[in-house]
């Protein structure tokens, strides 16, 4: 655990960048607009703000320079300084130095900041000092008379009335008018009063906000102990069941769903928060390649967990400097293919199930497929004979093998064979999946599938040799009954026929036995089919991942349950074909298969014995 | 469990004998258990504490001597079987073989467990009586890495290891295997 201290220097750096980035905001609102008031009272509340926080947390450079600022604001405020563009210059070189200043405190470094800090107060005090007394007291006057007008208003239309006898005596309305102006400071100096008081107020109210700043860490740990929860009330269901009175713990059950799904709930945030961020990106890439292109975003308003948005923000990236550099054709060759000059990439997330799709769409010149193939085969990710067997969705897929990149030239953007491989582990890593399709001259979509929340898990329980195991659903098409004529041996594998498509299929323990380096004879992956009596019926619950289909047969299948995953660790965090554990509710320990890492496997198993022929 | 604490018991009798104990070193306090015929230490601020062993999860990509997982306390706990990484048994087979007991042993990174026959017993050792660094040792394998010493007392010869050690080995032959696999 962290200490105390660290973690409010976690919040402080949070607000504190978040102040930083209001004040920039405002401020160059400020400029275009130098009287708008509210704007000055926005800086003046937020230099406040921060000033507080930075002295409360000891951060002298902070708090003296946003001290200065405040003041500066204050004096701006109460028109003793009319905003120049010398002093805009002075104001903007100070909120460069408070984003050096803040971002010091992670790192450490000193910023020199004493000069701007010096410059700010020399323009005060000029403001203050050089003005002639008689100005400022002249619109303090000004300002009295506009202000209180209507309090003065039936004050002295009342003291006229009571006045009205001896109107033709100049000298009574006189002092009468002395004594109205006696009561006018007086009521001005409450007015001003009421201001000064009012600030704090408005301030205390900001501190007091309806939002609260959460470290994502301290949410993981909740998330993690609702997942203990749903586990350990699992197990006491479980142990009850044989009793009638099993409607005792619905109530259990549907307050511990409802705490499960609120906290999962917590952790969503708006993909548009990641998206708006690729404005930027798409405008650098088609900078540096001197293209034209405009992004379009829609459902920015979907939600996702926060973790896997952050674990797929780099892939997202690699896609769309992809899509850029590889996808949009330079403007010349749009118009010759009666394109628009300005390419468009389109973002766009929507929900899908239980999942969230993430969709990047160019309408630039497609993948050549032919150029695909031919690269594959020049890195040796394929051979002919295999290429011929697959098919244009996992021809396609091959762009996400590491060490592939169909461009001739490396550019300084994409193609260096890195980064489309990074996309592939990134979903494989949190069992999302992705297609690709694609047509000439029309453009290419990259679909991404990710699941909406890593804190439940859809799974398919099923049984090998007394030993319960875990098939994620999102990788589940379906559950089938073959018998033994219907398997057929082809090279060193099986295929069937599912939905009139040849997939191969593999005994779940032949893989277990291949991964574990025992018997490493050719024929491992029949070796189950070849122990098999002729009437067997086989149970086989075909999985996809990312197109590539297969068939794992099992010896029972159990029932459909949501599970709450824990990730392997020491020493056993080499196992690549289980992606975790889980305790089920007879408190035995029940591993999960990682499907993208099996498919994977045979995959590459299937090949390497297409290159020993 | 019962008897780790009957010797913490007798912990506090031998206190006294510390004072003699001055020329023999520090005193530490040891848990010893068989393995095979021959008797294997480790510190005690290594286990956690013994349980009866539960139900064990096999765990495919694992070197033999890796049973399983097992579910301790909502735990999830590796479970090895050093007889079969120190070659004491031969069986091919990933069974218990009558080792009914669980040594728990938890550090910051790893969460494992060390089957034994028989609840194991502590034992107050001297430093003086803890031999490192043995030639015998050195010159016979690899293994030196995660024995740490013999303790020689009262003519028992007691090897005392380091499990994290042995771990931090067996995770190679993991990735090894796996490299093999694909």
């Given at each position: 655990m962290k200490s105390n201290d660290e973690e409010y220097r976690e919040i402080f750096l949070a607000e504190a960048l978040e102040n930083f980035e209001e004040i920039n905001k405002v401020l160059t609102q400020l400029e275009k607009k130098p009287t708008d008031t509210a704007y000055i009272n926005t800086l003046f509340r937020i230099t406040h703000t921060m000033?507080?926080?930075?002295?409360?947390?000891?951060?002298?450079?902070?708090?003296?320079?946003?001290h200065v600022m405040e003041d500066l604001f204050g004096e701006v405020r109460n028109k003793k300084i009319e905003l120049d563009s010398e002093i805009f210059a002075a104001l903007f070189k100070a909120v460069d130095v408070l984003e050096a200043l803040i971002g010091a405190i992670k790192t450490g470094q000193k910023v020199q900041f004493r000069g701007i800090q010096t410059k700010l107060k020399v323009i005060i005090e000029r403001a203050t000092t050089d003005t002639p007394s008689g100005v400022a007291s002249e619109k303090e006057e000004d300002s009295d008379s506009l202000k209180p007008e209507s309090s003065k208003d039936t004050n002295s239309k009342k003291k006229e009335k009571a006045t009205s006898k001896d109107k033709k005596n100049n000298k009574p309305k006189q002092e009468e008018k002395e004594s109205l102006k006696v009561i006018e400071e007086i009521l001005d100096d409450a007015e001003a009063e009421e201001e000064e008081v009012d600030l704090p107020l408005s301030d205390s109210k900001i501190v007091v906000s309806d939002l609260v700043h959460v470290p994502v860490r301290k949410l993981d740990n909740l998330l993690n102990l609702v997942g203990e929860l749903i586990i350990e009330r699992d197990r006491?269901?479980?142990?009850?069941?044989?009793?009638a009175h099993s409607s005792e713990f619905s109530r259990l059950n549907r307050i511990s769903s409802d705490?499960?799904?609120s906290v999962m709930d917590v952790r969503l945030v708006q993909v548009g928060f990641l998206f708006n961020k690729f404005h930027r990106v798409v405008r650098d890439a088609a900078n540096l390649e001197s293209k034209k292109v405009r992004l379009e975003l829609s459902g920015v308003d979907t939600e996702i967990d926060r973790n896997i948005l952050q674990i797929i923000s780099d892939s997202l990236i690699h896609l769309i400097r992809n899509s850029v550099s590889h996808g949009i054709e330079p403007p010349e060759e749009r118009e010759a293919h009666n394109k628009a000059e300005e390419g468009v990439i389109s973002l766009s997330a929507f929900n899908d199930s239980d999942g969230v799709v993430i969709e990047i769409k160019d309408d630039g010149k497609g993948i050549d497929i032919e150029k695909v193939k031919k690269k594959a085969i020049e890195n040796g990710l394929v051979t002919q004979e295999l290429l011929s067997l697959m098919s244009m969705d996992e021809v396609l897929l091959m762009i996400f093998e590491p060490g592939f990149s169909t461009r001739e030239q490396v550019s300084a953007l994409s193609g260096r064979g890195v980064g489309m491989d990074v996309v592939k582990k990134a979903t494989d890593s949190i069992g999302g999946n992705i297609k690709v399709t694609t047509q000439e001259n029309e453009g290419t979509t990259i679909r991404l599938k990710l699941p909406a929340s890593m804190a439940v898990k859809g799974t398919l329980l099923c049984m090998l040799e007394d030993q319960t195991y875990a098939i994620p659903l999102s990788y589940t098409e379906a559950v089938v009954s073959l018998y033994k004529k219907d398997l057929h041996k082809l090279s060193n594998g099986l295929v069937s026929t599912y939905l009139g498509k040849t997939i191969s299929v593999v005994f779940l323990k032949d893989l277990f036995d291949l991964s574990n380096g025992k018997n490493l004879h050719k024929r491992i992956l029949q070796s189950g089919f070849d122990h098999l009596h002729a009437e067997a019926q086989l149970h086989v619950v075909i999985v996809s991942h990312n197109g590539r289909i297969i068939g794992l047969v099992v010896d029972k299948l159990l029932q459909q349950k949501e599970i709450v995953e824990k990730p392997l660790f020491k020493p056993l965090d080499n196992i690549k074909i289980l992606s975790g554990v889980t305790i089920l509710g007879n408190g035995k320990v029940c591993p999960v298969l990682n499907i993208a890492s099996i498919n994977n496997m045979i995959f590459t198993a299937t090949l390497a014995n297409q290159k020993v022929y | 469990m019962q008897s780790l604490q009957e010797d913490k018991s007798m912990k506090k009798k031998a206190q006294p004998k510390e004072k003699e104990g001055e020329q023999k070193g520090r005193a530490m306090q040891i848990v010893v258990f068989k393995q095979g015929d021959e008797e294997f230490a480790m510190h005690i601020d290594q286990i956690k504490e013994v349980v009866i062993t539960p139900s064990i999860a096999r765990m495919p990509?694992?070197?033999?001597?890796?049973?399983?997982?097992?579910?301790?306390?909502?735990n999830i706990i590796a479970i090895l079987d050093l007889e079969k990484k120190f070659g004491f048994q031969k069986d091919e087979q990933r069974t218990l073989g009558g080792k009914n007991f669980t040594l728990v042993i938890e550090?910051?990174?790893?969460?494992?467990?060390?089957?034994?026959?028989?609840?194991?017993?502590?034992?107050?050792?001297?430093?003086?009586?803890?031999?490192?660094?043995?030639?015998?040792?050195?010159?016979?394998?690899?293994?030196q890495n995660y024995i740490k010493g013999i303790v020689k007392k009262e003519g028992r010869l007691i090897i005392m290891i380091d499990t994290l050690k042995i771990v931090t080995e067996s995770e190679m032959n993991a990735v090894a295997q796996a490299v093999v696999s694909n």
């Open positions: 000033k507080g926080n930075a002295t409360a947390m000891g951060f002298e450079g902070i708090s003296s320079l946003t006491i269901l479980a142990s009850y069941s044989t009793n705490l499960q799904y | 990509q694992t070197p033999d001597f890796v049973l399983g997982v097992a579910n301790i306390r909502g550090s910051e990174e790893f969460k494992m467990g060390v089957l034994v026959k028989e609840v194991p017993n502590t034992l107050t050792v001297y430093e003086s009586e803890i031999e490192e660094s043995l030639n015998v040792i050195h010159d016979s394998s690899m293994e």
